[in-house]
């Protein structure tokens, strides 16, 4: 489990990486739709490029529905929200609250029966929720609080969404194709939504080498397309659940970068909010499942991960 760990590490700190260049170039003149079509066209371009040099552009019968869900629910809806609040809230904290998608994923897997109910599992859930409203509900009501509490919970729909992708994901993946094919056309999909909304604000943001905020969106296409790489590297190697993992690490991440590269001052309070978060997004990622008995009847518990064994 080493290489998938250190794996697991270097993606949450470049999805951290990804929030705060989008925090940045958002209070400097970039328009939220503008950097959302660089974000899509650009890691579509890579995967073209990778598509093709593994001869791989077919389309899976059957996959339209499942790349137009992925598309609007895990790349339109939330990056445009991420983007917008980014002009509002804390990068650190904007991080905190868009990786807390296992905490809505397993409510909405209960919904969908993809999971049994589980007492511990739901306080798991139920301690994440606490952290969340530490961070969501203002302490000092005011005017600016109140504003600054609307984007908050506006933030919140950004781990719905993402989980809403990952139940849609798990139910209607196709049976035949890869993941790498299932990302181009996902990212084809949210490309033909997000250009048009882009040309007809008039929100393009021109890149050249010469200026520094389109130095970071090349900078972060790069960084979106290795990400996008390493996501299928662990979940091949360890299963989607384990992969959810990567939230903590980017939230922690997250909070590091609103430290040392903006300076933003963070309560205590949050720091306890971060604790709480945490602890219930590892929770509910790893937990002991199977009980197997040796030939000597001495059971022992063997902790895995779900999905990447089978019941």
Known sequence: M???????????????SG??????????????NGYAFWQSIGPL????????????LR????????????????IVIPNLIIYYSAKNIDSGILTILANVTPLFAYLLALLFHQEKFNKSRLMLVLLGVVGILIIVIPLKINIISGLHSIWLYISLLIPLSYAFSFVFVSRYKPL????LNYSFWMLLVSSMIITPLTLSTHDFYPLALNDFNACLILLE?????FGYVLLFII???????????VNAVAAVSGVFYARL??????????????VLIVIAILGLGVKPKLIIFSKNNIPSVVYDIRHTCKD
């Open 235 to 245: 979940i091949h190697k360890v299963g989607p659940v384990f992969f959810t993992l």
């Open 2 to 16: 080493l290489t998938p760990i250190i794996l697991l590490v270097i993606l949450g700190i470049d999805w951290a």
């Open 45 to 56: 371009l890579c995967l073209f490029l990778i598509q093709v040099l593994r001869r791989d």
């Open 221 to 225: 296409i790069i960084l979106s397309s």
């Open 261 to 274: 590269i903006f300076n933003q001052s963070i309560s205590n309070s949050i720091y306890v909010a971060i």
């Open 176 to 179: 035949a194709g890869n993941v």
């Open 19 to 32: 929030y705060a260049i989008a925090g940045y170039v958002m209070r400097h003149g970039v328009a939220p």
């Open 59 to 74: 389309f899976i019968k059957g996959g339209l529905r499942y790349a137009v869900g992925c598309g609007i629910f895990g």
